[in-house]
């Protein structure tokens, strides 16, 4: 099974425009709205995150193209699948936790009702409902969206639990199956070498974020 190479293309690109819109939106705050809130993380975090997830699945389908890899093909869909279904179920969790904190209920709970469908989409299709509310806490352009109105203490400890569905769950299984791969391909694969090694560097930017 080959990956069409539009795909991979179609990744870059995407990870090119959040690096773009993430200069422009600094500079505007910065420099034209000249506020202090902006947060480049947030737009950084979502590219690199989406980034890391499709270059597992990516990686996973190459694994299709090789004998004697099935079980690392299954491991490594496990470990796209349970992270997340975890990161769904982490954001609705704290949704509701937000939407009962007295000191940003009221904020929230309006911003949840024009949002909610595309946070839950963008969650799901990145693939980390950690870098979608790292995104709609970035305050670019003052626009409603990316204005959800979390604080500091808010996003720490729901960026925690990252550490266990992301990391724990999801970026160091993946390490150790990519290392696996190369290990059973005497650390030279014939083909889809980038592949395993564009997702070796996702994976560790990944954890080191």
């Known amino acids: 099974f080959k990956v069409?190479?539009?795909?991979?293309w179609g990744v870059y690109a995407f990870i090119g425009c959040c690096t773009l819109f993430s200069i422009i939106g600094a500079v505007h705050g910065f420099a034209i709205w000249k506020a202090d809130c902006i947060r480049?993380?947030?737009?950084?975090?979502?590219?690199?995150?989406?980034w890391d997830f499709y270059s597992d699945i990516v990686f996973d389908l190459e694994l299709l193209n090789y004998d004697n890899t099935e079980v690392l093909f299954y491991l490594c869909t496990a470990f796209i699948a349970i992270p997340w279904i975890s990161n769904m179920i982490s954001l609705s969790k704290y949704q509701q936790r937000w939407c009962k904190d007295d000191?940003?209920?009221e904020?929230?709970?309006?911003?949840?009702?024009?949002?909610?469908?595309l946070t839950y989409a963008l969650a799901a299709i990145s693939g980390s409902a950690f870098g979608t509310v790292e995104l709609a806490n970035?305050?670019?352009?003052g626009m409603d969206f990316f204005c959800m109105g979390l604080n500091e203490r808010h996003l720490k400890r729901f960026n925690?639990?990252?550490l266990w569905s992301g990391i724990v769950a999801e970026n160091v299984p993946q390490l150790i199956i990519q290392f696996w791969f190369l290990a059973l391909l005497d650390w030279d694969p014939p083909e889809g070498g980038q592949v395993v090694w564009l997702a070796i560097v996702s994976s560790t930017l990944s954890i080191c974020a």
């Open 4 to 8: 069409p190479q539009y795909v991979s």
């Open 40 to 50: 480049m993380s947030g737009i950084v975090y979502f590219g690199l995150y989406t």
């Open 103 to 105: 000191a940003i209920r």
């Open 107 to 117: 904020r929230v709970y309006s911003w949840f009702v024009s949002w909610q469908r």
């Open 138 to 141: 970035s305050y670019f352009f």
């Open 160 to 162: 925690n639990n990252r």
